[in-house]
């Protein structure tokens, strides 16, 4: 009994009740041992059963050093550059905390419920197991428990790779899933992790860097050359090299509990959460704008980094590029008018309709200064990072053909009449969808092990 008391003061499951903390004090004979080994299976019980708080959530997660080993992402970036290690951690577990709180926001409105779901990485550091039995102990755990099914996450036969010590797998949960879990099975604190899917796990390491150099023109994305097949008044199509990104729906997003959610209808949801409610659904869902922005005033503890992104966001929803017709330059003119998404089996991409150049002239034309256009692209990029639907973002680069005189429309090229030439078709600035936490060998459809 003593034993439990000290295991269940120092765990990080909530502690006992004030009426089972008098109980114990009064169990001093050995005359009822028997009785206090009633009480202790039954304040075993009641700890279990008390609800966790996304902060206690956040302890069963992993921390920044942790998820580098597993995952190659922007996530050191964005949270480098604070005085102390331990500022680093806090800040790393508050974005936890955040992103715990997001997937129990009510969604009685969505109308699938596969886009109800998020994406988390969970770990199992049983010690002595194999792969297989540390998997199915993962699985059984999460079926057994009260309130959560089969539906809480995918089960693979075929787990890509683990190592001696740790099996890690990804699952799509319902909000209050992991708190269940843990909460009914006292003894996973051992041994299970659950980390909630961050934006900056999403994004592959160097993303930002590499569009940002593109942007500011330091390397060679924009470099144009001369194709062999000539337009009939003698001059070449241009063929361009643009920077984009490629990415991969999460697991289950597309066949949600054996239902087929349509295309159109995941297109429809990723869009209207990047450019709907005035970008009020990528502010919310941005630990880096309420971090910057948001609480009670006081200056929180955040990076460099952090303040970038807030401020994309912020410049987007704050009135900067407000229309008198309360239409927003960015979301309406720009993102909604000229950037086409499209699926292509789990690839769902996006990709501007017009070439940079058009696009610094259409910025002009809206009123937008080459700072605030970029300030739009990040707003966008950070909407497809902070969609639970989408689990990696990628840069790639994508061949783009032009009119000799730079336009993208092909069939309108000057002296072509509509003749098009063979090859890709035009494209535009960025190629924007998902892959699984930044890493590309997360690319099967179901549960994914990593070592």
Same mark, same amino acid.
């Given at each position: 009994? &003593?034993?439990?008391?000290?295991?269940?003061?120092?765990?990080?499951?909530?502690?006992?009740?004030?009426?089972?903390?008098?109980?114990?004090?009064?169990?001093?004979?050995?005359?009822?041992?028997?009785?206090?080994?009633?009480?202790?299976?039954?304040?075993?019980?009641?700890?279990?059963?008390?609800?966790?708080?996304?902060?206690?959530?956040?302890?069963?997660?992993?921390?920044?050093?942790?998820?580098?080993?597993?995952?190659?992402?922007?996530?050191?970036?964005?949270?480098?550059?604070?005085?102390?290690?331990?500022?680093?951690?806090?800040?790393?577990?508050?974005?936890?905390?955040?992103?715990?709180?997001?997937?129990?926001?009510?969604?009685?409105?969505?109308?699938?419920?596969?886009?109800?779901?998020?994406?988390?990485?969970?770990?199992?550091?049983?010690?002595?197991?194999?792969?297989?039995?540390?998997?199915?102990?993962?699985?059984?755990?999460?079926?057994?428990?009260?309130?959560?099914?089969?539906?809480?996450?995918?089960?693979?036969?075929?787990?890509?790779?683990?190592?001696?010590?740790?099996?890690?797998?990804?699952?799509?949960?319902?909000? +209050?899933?992991?708190?269940?879990?843990?909460?009914?099975?006292?003894?996973?604190?051992?041994?299970?992790?659950?980390?909630?899917?961050?934006?900056?796990?999403?994004?592959?390491?160097?993303?930002?860097?590499?569009?940002?150099?593109?942007?500011?023109?330091?390397?060679?994305?924009?470099?144009?050359?001369?194709?062999?097949?000539?337009?009939?008044?003698?001059?070449?199509?241009?063929?361009?090299?643009?920077?984009?990104?490629?990415?991969?729906?999460?697991?289950?997003?597309?066949?949600?509990?054996?239902?087929?959610?349509?295309?159109?209808?995941?297109?429809?949801?990723? $869009? &209207?959460?990047?450019?709907?409610?005035?970008?009020?659904?990528?502010?919310?869902?941005?630990?880096?704008?309420?971090?910057?922005?948001?609480?009670?005033?006081?200056?929180?503890?955040?990076?460099?980094?952090?303040?970038?992104?807030?401020?994309?966001?912020?410049?987007?929803?704050?009135?900067?590029?407000?229309?008198?017709?309360?239409?927003? $330059?960015?979301?309406?003119?720009?993102?909604?008018? $000229?950037?086409?998404?499209?699926?292509?089996?789990?690839?769902?991409?996006?990709?501007?309709?017009?070439?940079?150049?058009?696009?610094?002239?259409? +910025? +002009?034309?809206?009123?937008?200064?080459?700072?605030?256009?970029?300030?739009?692209?990040?707003?966008?990029?950070?909407?497809?990072?902070?969609?639970?639907?989408?689990?990696?973002?990628?840069?790639?680069?994508?061949?783009?053909?032009?009119?000799?005189? +730079?336009?993208?429309?092909?069939?309108?090229?000057?002296?072509?009449?509509?003749? &098009?030439?063979?090859?890709?078709?035009?494209?535009?600035?960025?190629?924007?969808?998902?892959?699984?936490?930044?890493?590309?060998?997360?690319?099967?459809?179901?549960?994914?092990?990593?070592?």
């Amino acid at each position: 009994l &003593t034993t439990t008391i000290a295991q269940a003061k120092n765990s990080k499951t909530p502690p006992p009740s004030s009426r089972h903390a008098i109980i114990m004090r009064l169990l001093s004979t050995k005359s009822i041992i028997y009785a206090s080994a009633i009480i202790s299976a039954t304040l075993t019980t009641t700890i279990a059963q008390d609800p966790l708080t996304n902060e206690q959530l956040t302890g069963y997660g992993l921390t920044l050093a942790e998820v580098d080993i597993f995952v190659s992402s922007e996530s050191s970036n964005d949270f480098a550059g604070l005085p102390s290690s331990g500022e680093t951690d806090q800040l790393w577990s508050d974005a936890t905390a955040f992103e715990h709180g997001l997937s129990n926001r009510d969604t009685t409105d969505v109308p699938y419920k596969s886009f109800t779901y998020y994406p988390y990485l969970v770990c199992n550091s049983s010690p002595g197991k194999s792969r297989n039995e540390r998997r199915d102990e993962i699985e059984a755990t999460f079926r057994n428990t009260p309130g959560v099914n089969a539906s809480h996450f995918y089960p693979s036969d075929s787990p890509y790779a683990n190592n001696d010590n740790v099996t890690c797998g990804i699952m799509r949960a319902r909000g +209050g899933t992991m708190d269940k879990v843990y909460a009914s099975n006292p003894n996973a604190t051992d041994w299970l992790q659950v980390q909630p899917g961050l934006p900056s796990m999403k994004m592959v390491e160097g993303m930002v860097d590499a569009i940002q150099r593109a942007m500011d023109g330091e390397i060679t994305v924009g470099v144009v050359s001369i194709s062999e097949e000539e337009s009939p008044n003698g001059n070449g199509y241009i063929t361009r090299n643009i920077l984009g990104v490629q990415n991969i729906l999460c697991p289950g997003v597309q066949d949600f509990e054996v239902e087929d959610v349509p295309d159109e209808d995941i297109l429809n949801a990723v $869009k &209207t959460f990047v450019i709907g409610n005035e970008g009020n659904y990528v502010k919310d869902s941005s630990f880096y704008h309420y971090r910057v922005y948001g609480g009670d005033g006081e200056v929180e503890v955040h990076t460099t980094r952090m303040s970038f992104w807030a401020d994309s966001i912020q410049a987007v929803v704050g009135g900067d590029f407000g229309n008198e017709d309360g239409s927003n $330059k960015c979301l309406d003119g720009i993102i909604g008018d $000229k950037f086409e998404f499209d699926l292509e089996g789990d690839n769902l991409n996006v990709f501007s309709k017009i070439s940079y150049e058009e696009m610094e002239t259409l +910025g +002009g034309e809206l009123g937008v200064m080459d700072a605030e256009l970029e300030q739009c692209l990040w707003f966008m990029v950070m909407g497809l990072a902070t969609n639970p639907l989408i689990c990696s973002l990628e840069q790639q680069h994508r061949v783009q053909t032009l009119c000799p005189d +730079g336009s993208s429309d092909l069939s309108t090229c000057e002296g072509a009449a509509g003749a &098009t030439p063979e090859g890709p078709e035009s494209s535009g600035i960025l190629l924007l969808s998902s892959r699984f936490f930044s890493l590309t060998r997360f690319i099967f459809p179901a549960l994914y092990w990593i070592i």
